[in-house]
């Protein structure tokens, strides 16, 4: 790409704007370059991420990215804190195989980048919120410091604030697992987001029999029940057709009313 100016720049600011052009990825060129980490705002990640439709089975995620995959999931948002989620980890090709059980019979066309992925994580949305779990979450708070100022005060207000919320769903609106559901959702976009960020790709899927994968893992059992899939590597450059094709949305025109 050829960069013109009206004004005469100097020998360094035409360095700066070489690397800055670098940096801007066409249809086709490649989502997941090298020195991705580099000094990006956020909205490069939302505007570079990509679905993958076929991973590279050769390419593994580190050790290093892993542990930070495993934070993405612990410190995601949720609604009152209530943290209504449990995650399978699946990186060893007898894991990935169970999580691919779910998908080889009904949905064949998602096993592929399953077993071909460098990890997989199975989101799982509880049950039931009960009273032990919610005084669990608030034990949990406590011991992290939330109320050292005050403890007794602030717990009775934490404790109040979130059973409010809880039995609002329970008892009136009567839609407490959907509502749990809805904070599983609230991770997963946070997780892929944070991903991109790593230069790792990732392929969401609800294309899974979920009862098949509650009984592989013994969820339901547990108190908890699978939603969605999320493969997770390194795009193949040669079979992934979706990392060349130009990113679609619609327009703000559409989408956006400011006030």
């Given at each position: 790409m050829?960069?013109?100016?009206?004004?005469?720049?100097?020998?360094?600011?035409?360095?700066?704007?070489?690397?800055q052009?670098?940096?801007?990825?066409?249809?086709?060129?490649?989502?997941?370059?090298?020195?991705?980490?580099?000094?990006?705002d956020i909205?490069?990640?939302?505007?570079?991420?990509?679905?993958?439709?076929?991973?590279?089975?050769?390419?593994?995620?580190?050790?290093?990215?892993?542990?930070?995959?495993?934070?993405?999931?612990?410190?995601?948002?949720?609604?009152?804190?209530?943290?209504?989620?449990?995650?399978?980890?699946?990186?060893?090709?007898?894991?990935?195989?169970?999580?691919?059980?779910?998908?080889?019979?009904?949905?064949?066309?998602?096993?592929?980048?399953?077993?071909?992925?460098?990890?997989?994580?199975?989101?799982?949305?509880?049950?039931?919120?009960?009273?032990?779990?919610?005084?669990?979450?608030?034990?949990?708070?406590?011991?992290?410091?939330?109320?050292?100022?005050?403890?007794?005060?602030?717990?009775?207000?934490?404790?109040?604030?979130?059973?409010?919320?809880?039995?609002?769903?329970?008892?009136?609106?009567?839609?407490v697992?959907?509502?749990?559901?809805?904070q599983?959702?609230?991770?997963?976009?946070?997780?892929?987001?944070?991903?991109?960020?790593?230069?790792?790709?990732?392929?969401?899927?609800?294309?899974?029999?979920?009862?098949?994968?509650?009984e592989q893992?013994?969820?339901?059992?547990?108190?908890?029940?699978?939603?969605?899939?999320v493969?997770?590597?390194?795009?193949?450059?040669?079979?992934?057709?979706?990392?060349?094709?130009?990113?679609?949305?619609?327009?703000?025109?559409?989408?956006?009313?400011?006030?």
């Open positions: 050829t960069l013109t100016s009206a004004t005469q720049t100097s020998s360094s600011d035409k360095t700066d704007s070489v690397s052009d670098q940096n801007i990825i066409p249809a086709d060129g490649d989502r997941n370059p090298d020195g991705l980490n580099g000094d990006h909205t490069y990640y939302a505007k570079h991420r990509h679905t993958v439709k076929a991973f590279d089975p050769d390419r593994k995620i580190t050790a290093e990215n892993v542990d930070k995959i495993r934070d993405l999931l612990r410190f995601s948002p949720s609604s009152t804190n209530a943290q209504p989620w449990k995650f399978i980890l699946a990186s060893t090709e007898d894991g990935k195989d169970q999580v691919a059980r779910s998908t080889d019979e009904r949905y064949p066309f998602n096993s592929p980048s399953i077993r071909n992925a460098s990890h997989v994580v199975v989101f799982a949305s509880r049950l039931a919120i009960d009273e032990d779990f919610l005084l669990k979450v608030l034990d949990q708070e406590e011991q992290d410091g939330r109320f050292d100022s005050d403890p007794e005060t602030f717990r009775a207000q934490m404790h109040g604030g979130r059973s409010l919320f809880v039995n609002l769903h329970k008892q009136d609106m009567k839609d697992q959907h509502w749990m559901d809805k599983v959702y609230l991770n997963i976009g946070q997780f892929l987001l944070g991903v991109a960020t790593l230069g790792i790709d990732a392929t969401p899927m609800e294309g899974i029999d979920t009862k098949a994968l509650d893992f013994g969820l339901r059992e547990q108190g908890y029940n699978s939603l969605v899939v493969a997770l590597g390194y795009s193949d450059e040669e079979a992934d057709y979706n990392a060349k094709l130009p990113k679609s949305r619609l327009p703000l025109s559409e989408i956006l009313t400011e006030v």
